[in-house]
């Protein structure tokens, strides 16, 4: 059974930084693309970061330059560095995954992690 855990979410000041980390589990083949979603209160859920395995990454317009998605391969491991963090920015954040198992390629979520920013 693979799993993706998240972890690193909590509470910061507007201007504060965060760092997100997001590890899969299980009989892993290999790893496609990686991400980080969020979703906010009576919002929809919206793309923030994903990145390939080699390392090719796209952001959402409103994180550039502030946030950095990166991964471990060896640790089956994707983070999300977050700076300058804004109220705006508040929501749970998903980790997503294109994982080959032993029965194909299949698209993996974590459980979510909160992220408040606030004074």
């Known amino acids: 059974q693979v799993q993706l855990v998240e972890s690193g979410g909590g509470l910061v000041q507007p201007g504060g930084s965060l760092r997100l980390s997001c590890a899969a589990s299980?009989?892993?083949?290999?790893?496609?693309?990686m991400g980080w979603y969020r979703q906010a209160p009576g919002k929809q859920r919206e793309l923030v970061a994903t990145i390939t395995g080699r390392g090719s990454t796209n952001y959402a317009d409103s994180v550039k330059g502030r946030f950095t998605i990166s991964r471990d391969n060896a640790k089956n491991t994707v983070y999300l560095q977050m700076n300058s963090l804004k109220p705006e920015d508040t929501a749970v954040y998903y980790c997503?995954?294109?994982?080959?198992?032993?029965?194909?390629?299949?698209?993996?979520w974590g459980q979510g992690t909160q992220v408040t920013v606030s004074s």
């Open positions: 299980g009989i892993i083949f290999s790893i496609y693309n």
């Open positions: 997503n995954a294109g994982i080959v198992v032993a029965a194909g390629e299949y698209d993996y």
